[in-house]
């Protein structure tokens, strides 16, 4: 159903500087908003696989060397490259996860750009404790070294999002990479890589495809790796922190989420529809921060779901002109088929209320009518685990202390918000809740400079932000004994 016309695009790996053909078994890449095979994708094999850590091994000797200022010049090309292409790359994106051209372009693209452009910057003014003589006849520097080799495995909500949340700080840092896109959205990323050319030394940046089982978890477990970052589902943080155990490598875990939205009397109701309807069915639910877990007071409850449910009905998805549509479809049928199942389980439940969508639309594509249901409670399996689509569930609070338990009582900590217009409530619930990021009267806006990341099952480590450069480098000390003369 998209309407962007098809963009070339290439299928090769990077592999120390050179395009590449991966040698591994074939995997079909597909246009989720028709449902068709557009490319085949080869794995890396496992000897493509050595040498690009062995790559980015000899890479290390003299990237690690480079000062800020230069590592931060690189970074400022490929931000301006990215710029360049925006509108191709875009288009890639668009057809390769189904979003509609205009948020690609407009949202992914220019984040991207903008986080090449934030760590060409923050790596040229790192702050740190004072150097100075803390035993008499000795001072102490400290220094932040680069780690060595980094592996990043990225999901496939917003591929070159990812790949530059993963790859710019890696490289301010001064480490090298062997980044994996995820199996089904690798397209972008390689399409960037065709003319990173001349641009940053061979094997400072590798690029493998495949399935998480072969190439992801080779990563994982490789001796020669020293950091692996992942983003993904919470089982794959656990698969991938049992296999970095031996070599003892350094883990950053980006895992799922599930945020509760905090709804009070007093909140501004427009304020909260056009906030829900944007940010819940944003990238049709596929975010971790999406807001999907509502608990409303009961003296707004009623309104809420009256005039969410009409504004979720308006969202239009699979329209012909692709600058119509508000979401695309889910990235893969499976995943269209696991949101769909969660939806019906709720729904046997005889408290769970249908307000809008839960169906299948006719048509081709994997898409899943935005959904809104309401009456849940919060033992439901469907207020408890992450869906990953464009579903919405209400329950109904009455006491404030209730919806922060309820709120606080889950495996996830990533992302929360509030809404309501007494900010002495809107402080008291953001202190209270266990979550890496709390909004008050909004919901999902990043900003590049803000640590994004989670706290108990969602993970650890921060992406964006100074801080993720602290994540991908180490802090040494240095002492130097000097002769004193007095
Ligand atoms: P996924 O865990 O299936 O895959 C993520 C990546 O991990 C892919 O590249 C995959 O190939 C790889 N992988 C899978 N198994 C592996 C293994 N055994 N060893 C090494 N690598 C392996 O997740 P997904 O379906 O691509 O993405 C959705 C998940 O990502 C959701 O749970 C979502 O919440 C999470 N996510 C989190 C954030 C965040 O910032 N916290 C952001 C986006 C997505």
Same mark, same amino acid.
């Given at each position: 159903?998209?309407?962007?016309?098809?963009?070339?695009?290439?299928?090769?790996?990077?592999?120390?500087?050179?395009?590449? !053909?991966?040698?591994?078994?074939?995997?079909?890449?597909?246009?989720?908003?028709?449902?068709?095979?557009?490319?085949?994708?080869?794995?890396?094999?496992?000897?493509?696989?050595?040498?690009?850590?062995?790559?980015?091994?000899?890479?290390?000797?003299?990237?690690?060397?480079?000062?800020?200022?230069?590592?931060?010049?690189?970074?400022?090309?490929?931000?301006?490259?990215?710029?360049?292409?925006?509108?191709?790359?875009?288009?890639?994106?668009?057809? &390769?996860?189904?979003?509609?051209?205009?948020?690609?372009?407009?949202?992914?693209?220019?984040?991207?750009?903008?986080?090449?452009?934030?760590?060409?910057?923050?790596?040229?003014?790192?702050?740190?404790?004072?150097?100075?003589?803390? %035993?008499?006849?000795?001072?102490?520097? %400290?220094?932040?070294?680069?780690?060595?080799? %980094?592996?990043?495995?990225?999901?496939? &909500?917003?591929?070159?999002?990812?790949?530059?949340?993963?790859?710019?700080?890696? $490289?301010?840092?001064?480490?090298?990479?062997?980044?994996?896109?995820?199996?089904?959205?690798?397209?972008?990323?390689? !399409? $960037?890589?065709?003319?990173?050319?001349?641009?940053?030394?061979?094997?400072?940046?590798?690029?493998?495809?495949?399935?998480?089982?072969?190439?992801?978890?080779?990563?994982?477990?490789?001796?020669?790796?020293?950091?692996?970052?992942?983003?993904?589902?919470?089982?794959?943080?656990?698969?991938?922190?049992? !296999?970095?155990?031996?070599?003892?490598?350094?883990?950053?875990?980006?895992?799922?989420?599930?945020?509760?939205?905090?709804?009070?009397?007093?909140?501004?109701?427009?304020? /909260?529809?056009?906030?829900?309807?944007?940010? @819940?069915?944003?990238?049709?639910?596929?975010?971790?921060?999406?807001?999907?877990?509502?608990?409303?007071?009961?003296?707004?409850?009623?309104?809420?779901?009256?005039?969410?449910?009409?504004?979720?009905?308006?969202?239009?998805?699979?329209?012909? &002109?692709?600058?119509?549509?508000?979401?695309?479809?889910?990235?893969?049928?499976?995943?269209?088929?696991?949101?769909?199942?969660?939806?019906?389980?709720?729904?046997?439940?005889?408290?769970?209320?249908?307000?809008?969508?839960?169906?299948?639309?006719?048509?081709?594509?994997?898409?899943?009518?935005?959904?809104?249901?309401? @009456?849940?409670?919060?033992?439901?399996?469907?207020?408890?685990?992450?869906?990953?689509?464009? /579903?919405?569930? /209400?329950?109904?609070?009455?006491?404030?202390?209730?919806?922060?338990?309820?709120?606080?009582?889950?495996?996830?900590?990533?992302?929360?918000? *509030?809404?309501?217009?007494?900010?002495?409530?809107?402080?008291?619930?953001?202190?209270?809740?266990?979550?890496?990021?709390?909004?008050?009267?909004?919901?999902?806006?990043?900003?590049?400079?803000?640590?994004?990341?989670?706290?108990?099952?969602?993970?650890?480590?921060?992406?964006?932000?100074?801080?993720?450069?602290?994540?991908?480098?180490? *802090?040494?000390?240095?002492?130097?004994?000097?002769?004193?003369?007095?």
């Amino acid at each position: 159903m998209n309407s962007v016309p098809c963009p070339s695009f290439t299928t090769k790996l990077l592999i120390d500087g050179c395009l590449v !053909e991966g040698e591994g078994r074939a995997e079909s890449i597909h246009d989720p908003s028709s449902g068709k095979v557009i490319a085949q994708v080869r794995e890396a094999s496992m000897e493509q696989i050595e040498q690009a850590i062995a790559a980015a091994g000899r890479a290390q000797a003299t990237w690690s060397r480079t000062t800020p200022q230069q590592r931060s010049t690189v970074l400022l090309d490929i931000a301006s490259l990215i710029q360049e292409r925006a509108s191709s790359l875009a288009r890639i994106e668009s057809l &390769n996860c189904g979003k509609p051209l205009h948020q690609a372009l407009n949202d992914d693209l220019n984040a991207a750009i903008d986080v090449f452009r934030f760590f060409a910057g923050a790596v040229r003014c790192q702050y740190g404790q004072l150097s100075a003589e803390y %035993v008499p006849g000795y001072t102490s520097m %400290v220094q932040r070294a680069p780690l060595g080799v %980094v592996a990043s495995i990225a999901p496939w &909500n917003y591929p070159l999002m990812m790949a530059a949340w993963k790859i710019a700080p890696a $490289l301010a840092a001064g480490n090298t990479l062997v980044f994996k896109p995820s199996e089904h959205t690798p397209l972008s990323v390689l !399409e $960037l890589a065709t003319h990173l050319e001349g641009m940053l030394p061979a094997g400072c940046l590798n690029i493998v495809c495949g399935g998480g089982e072969n190439v992801g978890s080779l990563l994982a477990r490789h001796p020669d790796i020293r950091m692996i970052s992942l983003t993904g589902d919470i089982v794959t943080g656990q698969k991938v922190l049992k !296999e970095a155990i031996n070599s003892l490598k350094r883990t950053h875990l980006e895992l799922g989420g599930k945020a509760p939205v905090i709804v009070c009397d007093d909140a501004d109701l427009e304020l /909260v529809v056009e906030g829900i309807t944007r940010h @819940g069915y944003y990238n049709a639910g596929q975010d971790c921060t999406a807001a999907c877990r509502i608990y409303a007071q009961s003296g707004i409850h009623d309104r809420l779901v009256r005039r969410l449910g009409d504004a979720v009905s308006r969202l239009r998805f699979a329209q012909r &002109n692709d600058r119509d549509n508000d979401i695309g479809p889910l990235i893969s049928l499976r995943q269209r088929d696991r949101v769909a199942s969660f939806v019906e389980r709720a729904l046997t439940e005889p408290h769970v209320e249908r307000i809008t969508g839960a169906a299948i639309p006719s048509g081709s594509g994997f898409f899943y009518q935005p959904t809104l249901l309401a @009456g849940c409670l919060q033992s439901d399996e469907i207020v408890q685990r992450e869906v990953f689509g464009p /579903v919405v569930t /209400v329950t109904r609070f009455d006491e404030i202390s209730q919806a922060l338990d309820w709120s606080n009582d889950t495996e996830y900590g990533l992302a929360s918000s *509030v809404w309501t217009t007494n900010m002495d409530k809107a402080m008291h619930l953001a202190s209270r809740l266990e979550y890496g990021c709390t909004w008050i009267n909004s919901h999902f806006m990043l900003a590049t400079e803000m640590p994004h990341g989670g706290l108990k099952r969602s993970g650890y480590g921060k992406e964006l932000s100074s801080d993720s450069l602290q994540d991908y480098s180490v *802090v040494r000390h240095i002492m130097a004994r000097h002769a004193r003369l007095d």
